[in-house]
């Protein structure tokens, strides 16, 4: 079964406006959470790194600013985005790393959330 | 040049064909590699995962792993149509902590009846 949910698994809105999306980890904890954006018919590109009581990671190029990050609890991260405007629609999913219990560990990733704005 | 090369496709099978797909890298501390499927619209889901040079294998699911010629691969024996999907080759190396995923563009597998 799902190991990490997402919500909403798709929303459309309106240029200018906030988006939320949440990410969990179910039946485990997740101190370490990652966002990836991946357009139609590319792969998947890292844009942050979540971390449960720190600020979050970004790689180069992503806007801290418009994508806000927010690691509340062991289980929960989200991504705000700020201001969307059309070039943000995108396809947004989450991971979690699940420790194996050596130094390796295992990445499930959540279903994804469809982001659409007009 | 990009760390993780994999070839887009579309690769079209008969299905019960045998289908390799491939990804060569270029970063020689990759220590870790996966195979993941993605259906369309839907989150990648972990196939395979193997650490350093080998074979692994998991029912129709065989992957390998060359590390001197920075070449994996992964092969489905039997192929089902419901094998179609795109399958993404990952790879990370040991730095501390939890690893960062380098994807490949992704194999798109369309295997017809």
């Known amino acids: 079964g799902a190991v990490v949910s997402q919500h909403p698994s798709w929303v459309i809105c309106k240029s200018g406006t906030s988006v939320k999306i949440e990410c969990r980890s179910l039946d485990f904890q997740a101190t370490t959470m990652f966002w990836y954006r991946q357009f139609p018919k590319q792969s998947l590109m890292l844009m942050a790194t979540?971390?449960?009581?720190?600020?979050?990671?970004?790689e180069q190029g992503v806007e801290k600013d418009k994508f806000l990050i927010n690691h509340a609890s062991l289980t929960l991260s989200t991504l705000t985005v700020t201001s969307a405007h059309p070039e943000d629609s995108s396809f947004y999913i989450c991971s979690a790393p699940r420790a194996s219990g050596s130094d390796t560990d295992t990445q499930y990733f959540g279903p994804g959330t469809r982001l659409t704005v007009l | 040049q990009k760390e993780v090369e994999q070839d887009p496709g579309p690769l079209s099978v008969p299905e019960g064909a045998i289908v390799s797909l491939n990804c060569t890298y270029s970063?020689?501390?990759?220590?870790?590699f996966m195979w993941y499927r993605q259906y369309s619209r839907k989150g990648p889901e972990l196939l395979m995962y193997t650490y350093s040079s080998g074979n692994k294998e998991d029912g129709r699911f065989t992957a390998q792993v060359d590390k001197s010629s920075k070449y994996i691969s992964l092969f489905i024996r039997d192929s089902q149509p419901s094998d179609s999907a795109t399958y993404l080759c990952a790879m990370s190396r040991h730095s501390g902590g939890y690893n960062k995923l380098i994807f490949g563009a992704g194999t798109r597998l369309a295997v017809h009846p």
């Open positions: 979540s971390n449960e009581g720190s600020k979050a990671t970004y």
């Open positions: 970063n020689s501390a990759f220590q870790y």
